[in-house]
């Protein structure tokens, strides 16, 4: 069955593949002392890309002399048999060598005359590392198998409505793992996977939803040409209309992940996003929810957004516009420090003074409003930053406190003015 194909990564099978390939040249026996083959498992140890792996081992095999190899295993030999040890032999059966002993004093010994000289055949040798080398080639084509041909087939399983929901769900999250890679991201491009893909946005279930949202999130993050493919795609307009509409908190949390991707240092996004009314989305996304979560991951895409606007013009100067016109921004703000989780509270501190920065706040922009006067936000900080006096363990950090302190006095600069 076709969700039988979709599996994910196995690392182990790739780090096997090059103790293999260590065995196989293990006559060679390379000159590196101790703490450089430490280094060199280390940094293999650390590779997990397949492709990589692939790479790595294809070119180890492609790359190995052996006639080269075989004569450097032969006068490694030669020469530790005159040092006394066993070592291994053509063969690879340790002991074969027969070396001289030890006097009493320590000193060396001399082989033995009689020991015959040993016999081995390069010819035989050379085959023998052929067929091993042809074998493992098998092996790593069998173990790594196309990208392409994988992400397609995650893509039909995730589509095929006669599969459960669940083996449908895992299928996204294989091929989530698979765009993670950014050649893999614009070959699904290329084959027109994210279009198809993309359909299940309108699915009745949930958890195909928020895949499928987390899919495009990971496949666009900073990739430029993934954004602007996906703005081709009009993607923006069924995100903003899951975040505006659906029920599920984790289906609106993955969208906004994939919005916060779509649009970073991305203008063209950013235009689209403030055209198709992305701006009211978001603060009403800040107003009405209550989840920790969400209210998290919106103030961290509106400190973004006010962020990069600070620093550029053009389409992010019309983000920026728009902010400072959007009802109730400055109450959403102020909301998440008064929800019971620090980590929001700091995120709300830091969407405050992107404000300020960007010049949405005390520049003759929305401080007037009840809700949102100088007083009523000097207040609200004074109260996040009495609280997390204390500077105790799961408190705010230091850096924050000094922020909402800094912030809570230029609001009170502010009212004392006006």
């Given at each position: 069955?076709?969700h039988?194909?979709?599996?994910?990564?196995?690392?182990?099978?790739?780090?096997?593949?090059?103790?293999v390939?260590s065995?196989?040249?293990?006559?060679?026996?390379?000159?590196?002392d101790?703490?450089?083959?430490?280094?060199a498992r280390?940094?293999l140890?650390?590779?997990s890309?397949?492709?990589?792996?692939?790479?790595?081992?294809?070119?180890s095999?492609d790359n190995?002399?052996?006639?080269v190899?075989?004569?450097?295993?032969e006068a490694i030999?030669a020469?530790?048999?005159?040092?006394g040890?066993?070592?291994?032999?053509?063969?690879?059966?340790?002991g074969?060598?027969?070396?001289?002993?030890?006097?009493?004093?320590?000193?060396?010994?001399?082989?033995?005359?009689?020991?015959?000289?040993p016999?081995?055949?390069?010819?035989?040798?050379?085959e023998?590392?052929a067929?091993?080398?042809?074998?493992?080639?098998?092996v790593?084509e069998?173990?790594?198998?196309?990208?392409v041909?994988?992400?397609?087939?995650?893509?039909h399983?995730a589509?095929?409505r006669s599969l459960a929901?669940?083996?449908r769900?895992e299928?996204l999250?294989a091929?989530?793992?698979?765009?993670e890679?950014?050649?893999n991201?614009?070959d699904?491009?290329t084959?027109?996977?994210?279009k198809?893909?993309m359909e299940?946005?309108?699915?009745?279930?949930?958890?195909l939803?928020a895949?499928?949202?987390?899919?495009?999130?990971t496949?666009v993050q900073?990739?430029?040409e993934?954004?602007?493919h996906m703005l081709?795609?009009?993607l923006?307009?069924p995100?903003?209309?899951?975040?505006?509409d659906?029920?599920?908190?984790?289906?609106?949390?993955?969208?906004?992940?994939?919005?916060?991707?779509?649009?970073?240092?991305?203008?063209?996004?950013?235009?689209?996003?403030?055209?198709?009314q992305?701006?009211?989305?978001?603060?009403?996304?800040l107003?009405?929810?209550?989840?920790p979560?969400?209210m998290?991951?919106?103030?961290?895409?509106?400190?973004?957004?006010?962020?990069?606007?600070?620093?550029?013009?053009?389409?992010f100067?019309?983000?920026?516009?728009?902010l400072e016109?959007?009802p109730r921004?400055?109450?959403?703000v102020l909301?998440?420090l008064r929800?019971?989780d620090?980590?929001t509270?700091?995120?709300?501190?830091?969407a405050?003074q992107?404000?300020?920065?960007?010049?949405v706040?005390l520049?003759?922009?929305?401080?007037?409003?009840?809700?949102?006067?100088?007083d009523t936000?000097?207040a609200?900080?004074h109260?996040?930053?009495?609280q997390?006096a204390?500077?105790?363990e799961g408190s705010?950090s230091?850096?924050?406190?000094?922020?909402?302190?800094?912030?809570?006095?230029?609001?009170a600069?502010?009212?004392?003015?006006?």
């Amino acid at each position: 069955q076709a969700h039988h194909s979709i599996q994910r990564h196995n690392m182990g099978g790739p780090r096997q593949l090059l103790c293999v390939v260590s065995l196989c040249a293990l006559p060679a026996r390379c000159a590196v002392d101790d703490n450089g083959m430490e280094q060199a498992r280390e940094v293999l140890g650390s590779v997990s890309d397949p492709h990589t792996l692939s790479q790595l081992l294809q070119w180890s095999l492609d790359n190995t002399n052996l006639d080269v190899l075989h004569a450097k295993a032969e006068a490694i030999r030669a020469e530790v048999g005159s040092s006394g040890g066993a070592v291994l032999s053509a063969d690879g059966n340790l002991g074969d060598v027969h070396l001289g002993g030890f006097a009493a004093d320590g000193s060396l010994l001399a082989a033995p005359a009689d020991t015959p000289e040993p016999r081995v055949s390069v010819e035989m040798s050379a085959e023998a590392f052929a067929a091993r080398r042809k074998e493992l080639s098998t092996v790593a084509e069998a173990m790594f198998a196309n990208q392409v041909d994988l992400m397609r087939d995650a893509m039909h399983a995730a589509l095929n409505r006669s599969l459960a929901a669940d083996v449908r769900e895992e299928a996204l999250f294989a091929l989530q793992e698979l765009v993670e890679d950014l050649d893999n991201a614009r070959d699904f491009m290329t084959i027109g996977g994210f279009k198809q893909v993309m359909e299940l946005l309108g699915s009745d279930t949930p958890e195909l939803v928020a895949a499928t949202a987390w899919v495009v999130g990971t496949a666009v993050q900073n990739q430029r040409e993934l954004q602007l493919h996906m703005l081709e795609l009009e993607l923006m307009a069924p995100l903003l209309q899951l975040l505006h509409d659906h029920s599920a908190i984790d289906v609106r949390a993955k969208v906004l992940y994939a919005v916060s991707g779509l649009l970073r240092n991305c203008p063209e996004a950013q235009l689209d996003f403030r055209r198709r009314q992305g701006v009211s989305v978001l603060v009403m996304t800040l107003a009405r929810d209550s989840s920790p979560r969400l209210m998290r991951k919106a103030l961290v895409l509106l400190t973004d957004l006010l962020s990069e606007s600070a620093e550029k013009e053009g389409h992010f100067g019309e983000v920026r516009e728009a902010l400072e016109h959007a009802p109730r921004l400055c109450e959403a703000v102020l909301s998440g420090l008064r929800i019971a989780d620090l980590d929001t509270q700091e995120k709300a501190v830091e969407a405050l003074q992107a404000m300020v920065k960007a010049g949405v706040m005390l520049g003759g922009i929305r401080v007037n409003s009840e809700g949102c006067a100088p007083d009523t936000i000097r207040a609200a900080l004074h109260s996040f930053v009495a609280q997390e006096a204390g500077g105790s363990e799961g408190s705010a950090s230091e850096e924050v406190r000094a922020l909402a302190q800094q912030l809570a006095d230029t609001f009170a600069s502010h009212a004392e003015a006006s």
